[in-house]
Nanobody
Framework: QVELVESGGGLAQAGGSLRLSCAAS????????LAWFRQAPGNEREFVAQ????????YYADSVKGRFTITRDNAKNTVNLQMNTLKPEDTALYYC????????????????????WGQGTQVTVST
């Protein structure tokens, strides 16, 4: 059974930083592409960042490009999201998601592509 567990959320001031982590179990980790999505109250769940199975390809939403960095550690079965220069509009519930890889560099911003999801971790950015 695939399980994804996010951690690291919390309260930060605008301009500050947070680091999210997602620990995966029940799967062969390096056979999966991983992504972060977020959902603010009243909004649709939106794509934030994606990393391919080997960590050689990353993709970001325009709203976070240059501020957020996604990385993975295949030895520890974890994927991380370093969030810098946080803005109040980054406030949301952040979800980790996984999909079996194609062993390529495909970009998958649509949430419908991901069958596995964590429960989410809350990020709140104050002014």
């Amino acid at each position: 059974q695939v399980e994804l567990v996010e951690s690291g959320g919390g309260l930060a001031q605008a301009g500050g930083s947070l680091r999210l982590s997602c620990a995966a179990s029940g799967l062969t980790f390096n056979h999966y592409d991983l992504a972060w999505f977020r959902q603010a109250p009243g909004n649709e769940r939106e794509f934030v960042a994606q990393i391919n199975w080997s960590g050689t390809a990353t993709y970001y939403a325009d709203s976070v490009k240059g501020r957020f960095t996604i990385t993975r550690d295949n030895a520890k079965n974890t994927v991380n999201l370093q969030m810098n220069t946080l803005k109040p509009e980054d406030t949301a519930l952040y979800y980790c998601a996984a999909v079996f890889t194609s062993y390529g560099t495909r970009r998958l911003p649509d949430r419908k592509n991901y069958p596995y999801w964590g429960q989410g971790t809350q990020v709140t950015v104050s002014t």
